[in-house]
């Protein structure tokens, strides 16, 4: 009756914990039903000259096909002559936008109470160009480059993801006192875009001060725009809020509508293997997947069933102060639904 | 017989609230009998065309001769054709390294205990080269310059501070997984300079995980250096632990053992001239310079008269909970000499 061809996505299960929370999410989806079949990719051992990476031609083609994906950490093998993966999927898929939502978890208590933040952090340029050169011996230099193009989409994205959300107020994060060309055009098209939303508060400031009313009171922000390395930068700070990137999902939006949902932790080889690693990163931002497809119930009800268990605190791993295995804490999660 | 001829030292007031908390500075340092004779100096209603800023040529070379300085806030005017006043100095005197310690102040209660944490800033290049251009219609780019010289002057600063002030560790803060070549050249240098410590630990840490782990838990480090940008967001992020801006002092270095002094807060227009103002950033800064003179003695008996003073908290201007004007928090502070 309610029998529905089954949607394709692309799981990329990674290195290090990678594998066994893959699984967890898999087992999640499958006690939740959520009518995903999911097509597995592995980093692979040699580079592609297709994508001068260790990531496979197929691989891309399979997320661009599909239109969404799940992505777990991958360590970027150590030597020359190839991209770092996370940039080769950011810059060959155009992820324009990375969103980073940051949240208390009930019942799981740190310094800071009732956090509520939305990173959107532009994701192809600014500090991340891989433009640099040395100019003379001991005097190298890097290029950040802002585009009128990038710097639009991702306002517009945080907008509309505000307006969609619920949201009331964007801030837009930059050092214009001092890159007033790249900073300033940023904020420029940031201000172009807030005259099309009305409704949303748009408030500018600037990164340093950010950093410490973020410590100070985070309930000071909302919705939070900004160019490539302060998104990155801020969007570290807000998971240390909360607990962590254990603790935090992410997924980045491409033109024509691809997400690739990804936990943005490491690949902890440390305790890979061991049936010890905390799945959450990578179940939350399997949901975020899942609300991006429209999946909103299943979203809702595996959301849920992950807070609950978290915030029981009967099962939990051993980042989170627990004894829990993966398998273990992943149950808890599936009899909670 | 104790008597010495007094020294010299340049004191720039500043805006808004600067010229009420120097006042406060002249006051607590009166009554502790210091033997520093002020030169004082204000920013110029005219741009000086020998230094292209509202700061005089004189106001410089006052702190050239004098060789240490105490800055108060200073808003920089608007409009085209000159300098950011802070830029200037620092260009201006070549103040390579910012100093920026960041403790709990005892008796003042935020999130966090015991933070013990010192940032030191490299302070002339990096981000804030100035080198900026359109490369074409809606494409911007900054350079980002560092050198091998400035890189190796701050991080032999660094070393050398963590040494003679008996602390453990020194962590290089920087993004080279992305900026390989610049942030890069930092690390080659940090690393360099630490063979020469060996009785410091050396470690190297992402600027998003510092970050972090700053926020969770800002025992895991000591003293912590690295490039502009970073150095302006990190000491901002610590400042924001103990309770702000208003609470943490800053020196800046300069070649030829040159020191200045500073508040690194705004200069508040809003309470400007209603005797509001704390004046606790620069009083803490001006110990900075004492100690800076070796003048240990005095520096230890007005960080001591601070520190109770805030601690017993009957006297706390608003910004720390309390009633007092900026004068009765003085006098409180002078009593407790
Ligand atoms: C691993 C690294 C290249 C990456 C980045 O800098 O963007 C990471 O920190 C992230 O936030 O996804
Ligand atoms: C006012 C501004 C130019 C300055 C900076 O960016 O360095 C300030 O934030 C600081 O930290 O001293």
């Known amino acids: 009756f309610c029998s529905q061809a089954p949607i394709r996505a692309t799981l990329f299960p990674g290195d290090g914990i990678g594998p066994e929370i893959a699984e967890s999410v898999k087992e999640v989806f499958r006690e939740a039903e959520v009518p995903i079949e999911w097509e597995e990719h592995y980093v692979s051992k040699e580079i592609d000259p297709r994508t001068q990476s260790f990531l496979t031609w197929e ?27 996370n940039l080769t999927l950011r810059k060959e898929l155009n992820l324009y936008a990375n969103v980073r939502p940051c949240y208390s978890l009930p019942g799981y208590k740190t310094r800071y109470d009732n956090v509520d933040l939305i990173t959107i952090r532009e994701n192809t340029e600014g500090e991340y160009s891989g433009l640099e050169h040395q100019v003379v011996r001991g005097v190298v230099e890097s290029l950040k480059i802002i585009t009128r193009q990038a710097s639009l989409r991702v306002a517009e994205y ?22 007033q060309k790249t900073d300033g055009l940023f904020l420029k098209c940031c201000r172009e875009v807030a005259e099309k939303y009305p409704e949303i ?9 950010c950093c410490m009313m973020l410590v100070k009171n985070p309930a000071l922000f909302d919705v939070l725009v900004m160019p490539n390395l302060y998104g990155d930068i801020i969007s570290d700070l807000c998971a240390g809020l909360i607990g962590g990137l254990g603790l935090t999902p992410s997924c980045n939006i491409g033109e024509g509508g691809i997400a690739l949902a990804e ?13 010890l690693a905390n799945p959450t990163a990578l179940l939350l931002s399997a949901v975020t997947m899942l609300r991006h497809l ?44």
């Open 59 to 85: 691989s891309l083609e399979s997320v661009r096909q599909n239109g969404v994906g799940l992505k777990g950490p991958m360590a970027t093998p150590i030597g020359k002559g190839h991209r770092s993966l």
């Open 294 to 337: 429209k999946l909103n119930d299943k979203a809702d009800r595996i959301h849920d069933a992950i807070i609950n268990t978290i915030s029981e605190g009967k099962y939990r791993t051993a980042d989170l102060g627990g004894t829990s295995t993966t398998t273990e804490f992943t149950k808890a999660i599936c009899d909670h639904l």
């Open 263 to 275: 936990a943005v932790h490491g690949s902890a080889p440390d305790i890979a293997g061991k049936n």
């Open 201 to 209: 508060t748009y408030e500018e400031v600037v990164i340093d001060n």
């Open 158 to 179: 945080a907008f509309h993801y505000a307006k969609t959300h619920g949201r009331e107020r964007v801030s837009a994060i930059h050092k214009a006192n001092i890159m």
